[in-house]
């Protein structure tokens, strides 16, 4: 159980049950009704063992409710009431009274139109309080439809003016949808209506002004990496000044990753030049460009690229449409796939290619995005910051929309074993190894 992260608990008579932040349920104890999810009823188990009868297998466990007179236990997801065990009296309101050792039925409801709110157990009956809910939410509780509408019916919300979505939970921004590739001019993101977050390069209500200009460098240079068609001999230079590679060309984006640089030109076209002993430059080759600068490869001719990031020898680029490609050395997943050690041109990350990316930012050997919907991914080393090691693919990580619905991330920056996000509602969340949400001070 060492590394793992529950945020449910229950007990009955002779068994306890856990659920993990992942929807996982783990329990122990008296079984004589099959009660511990094992599909038979068999002896106790004296070790937590993992709940693994259908359907909890394929679902996500928001908790458990058991009792101290009964032998039968509920498992509950965000809109499912499931019953096991002891069914004595038929309390499992099932149309019938034989004990259920798996797989789990579904505990009946009174209404079409009705789901369960509450529920509690007693040694002959189920107790069960019914409504109205819009995903998972009673109609009366002020988080319902995110907090920006009414419920109406069942999983049926009416968006105040300013929200959109069937829950209600995605901003307007001067008429466009913050869910919508195009919303902020295509150059920002949506976070609370009417309210553009502009990327680097952009400024302006809707984020229609690009603020792209000429590039100036200072500092050290090692494998030509401050774009200065000079090498032969590292050097510094202490004040800044135009590189020549970078000399009469308006960039649009620049970032500096391990001994080499990335510039996103006006055309949307991604260069690099520096150290490219992991194919971090991504022109198909692992020789170093020292004295000029290369194309990646592998990246779409007819959408411009937005934004680029640089880690220890790989790279990540996302495009106008919220597309991420990576490429590089990938020994820690940091390209966010499994097939290769390293890729030498760019390639989309596909597990992700059904969401629409809004931010995207590096690391060491982890990347993460926040989506158009405001929830966080991540992957690579140590990606949930819960010691769990490379995570190759990628995954919503502890500060997603789940845990702070119904809120959504605007803003996220990670640093070698940490990272903050910052919420729309203008708290600022952390993590290495727990999860905190932090008010500032006189909010």
């Not at 929807?23 to 709940?51: D, F, H, M, R, T």
Request: hydrophobic share 35%.
């Amino acid at each position: 159980m060492v590394g793992k992260t529950f945020v449910n608990i229950a007990s009955m008579s002779y068994n306890i049950f856990a659920t993990t932040d992942t929807g996982k349920v783990y329990a122990c104890g008296y079984n004589q009704y099959g009660e511990l999810g094992s599909n038979a009823a068999i002896g106790s188990n004296y070790s937590p063992v993992l709940v693994a009868f259908s359907p909890i297998t394929t679902s996500v466990v928001k908790g458990v409710i058991g009792s101290l007179v009964s032998t039968s236990v509920i498992y509950y997801t965000n809109s499912t009431y499931y019953g096991i065990g002891d069914n004595l009296n038929g309390k499992f309101g099932m149309g019938g009274n034989t004990a259920v050792a798996g797989p789990a039925v579904v505990i009946g409801t009174p209404y079409s139109k009705t789901s369960i709110i509450s529920a509690s157990l007693g040694q002959h009956a189920l107790y069960a309080y019914y409504g109205i809910s819009c995903f998972a939410i009673f109609q009366q509780d002020p988080k319902v439809c995110s907090g920006h509408g009414n419920c109406t019916d069942v999983d049926t919300c009416s968006c105040v003016t300013g929200y959109t979505g069937a829950d209600c939970i995605i901003p307007i921004c001067f008429g466009i949808s913050g869910s919508n590739t195009s919303v902020c001019s295509g150059n920002g993101m949506c976070y609370v209506p009417d309210l553009c977050h502009c990327r680097k390069g952009w400024k302006g209500t809707q984020c229609e002004l690009s603020v792209a200009g000429y590039a100036y460098v200072s500092g050290y240079d090692v494998y030509g990496g401050m774009a200065d068609n000079f090498y032969g001999s590292d050097y510094t230079e202490t004040t800044p000044f135009s590189p020549s590679l970078l000399q009469g060309r308006i960039v649009n984006y620049i970032h500096g990753g391990f001994k080499c640089v990335y510039v996103i030109f006006e055309d949307g076209t991604l260069w690099g030049v520096g150290l490219n002993l992991y194919g971090q430059l991504g022109d198909n080759t692992t020789v170093d460009y020292t004295t000029d600068l290369v194309k990646v490869q592998g990246l779409p001719s007819d959408v411009p690229m937005i934004q680029v990031c640089g880690g220890y020898g790989y790279a990540a680029a996302l495009d106008r449409l919220g597309r991420v490609y990576t490429w590089g050395d990938n020994s820690a997943g940091q390209l966010g796939r499994t097939t290769t050690p390293t890729a030498i041109a760019g390639q989309v990350v596909g597990v992700i290619q059904n969401e629409t990316v809004a931010h995207l930012i590096c690391s060491l050997n982890h990347v993460g995005v926040i989506t158009q919907n405001g929830s966080l991914y991540m992957w690579g080393t140590n990606a949930q910051g819960d010691a769990n090691g490379a995570r190759t693919v990628p995954k919503q990580t502890y500060m997603d929309t789940n845990r702070l619905y119904p809120h959504r991330m605007v803003q996220f920056s990670i640093g070698r074993e940490h990272g903050m996000a910052l919420v729309d509602d203008g708290a600022i969340c952390k993590y290495n190894n727990i999860f905190l949400t932090i008010k500032m001070a006189g909010d």
